[in-house]
DNA sequence: TCAAGTGTACTACGAATACTAGTACACTTG
DNA sequence: CAAGTGTACTAGTATTCGTAGTACACTTGA
């Protein structure tokens, strides 16, 4: 069901953080269904779990996934509409960053502060 | 006029870039006026020139100086104008991530997706 | 109850990246 | 043309990132 390749420049839990996402957002992998579990996957990519565990980290903070102590990660039920407003803030995003550019924002600029209010937000 | 201090662990040429905004934007350093010259300044803080070219090829990004070869690098006229419409990017970037974390987008997510958006315009 | 399954936290090591320095080159001015 | 300026290239060190190793905590069913 998934695969990785290791010749590629792009880290090995990136890779299945976005394989999943394709078979979460298409409907192949239906909402609270169970994923594999971490050590299971791993043993069949042949990588550490670790690495899995990384990968499903990232598929929760996303909202694609939900993590149940002891028992599993299963498949998020809203996985779909959150997809759709996520789409949009990805235009907002492109928009922004194209005026950021014309005002002589750098990238890291941006994206530094970014991160910083990212970080502000937490706190609260 | 700056200082520096090596046990922050901010780099070196990210504080030289504070440093030099905040004055411009104060008006200390006034429009058109010459910049100390690379050697100059890496002199007097006792660091390598590189550094401090480092610090000036951001400025100059961001719009708050300019560079003549061989005569030196200057402040920018308009950087007071264009600060209060970074400004307004800036609070928009705020909201933008507010809402961004709550659809589950994660601050990777988000910040390589504005690296790619910042890539895909510089093409054109 | 407990064994086998599950996720999670901690540490550690190698690779990749970032920061700074060294050196050399090109332009401007008097 | 000499002394000042910025700029490009390379290199070494430090920091960060990705992955693996190990150990711990929770859930379930026999």
């Given at each position: 069901m998934i695969g990785i390749d290791l010749?590629?420049?792009?880290p090995i839990y990136e890779q299945i953080v976005e394989q999943f996402q394709t078979l979460i957002v298409n409907g192949v992998l239906e909402p609270d269904s169970q994923m594999p579990s971490v050590r299971s996957l791993a043993m069949e990519l042949s990588i550490n779990p670790n690495t899995i565990q990384k990968a499903y980290s990232a598929l929760e903070q996303e909202g694609y996934i939900y993590p149940v102590k002891g028992r599993g990660n299963f498949v998020s039920g809203n996985a779909g509409l959150r997809l759709k407003k996520q789409e949009g803030v990805y235009r907002e995003l492109r928009e922004l960053v194209g005026r950021s550019r014309e005002l002589g924002i750098s990238c890291e600029e941006f994206t530094e502060r970014a991160e910083r209010y990212y970080r502000e937000g937490q706190k609260e």
């Open positions: 010749q590629n420049r792009k």
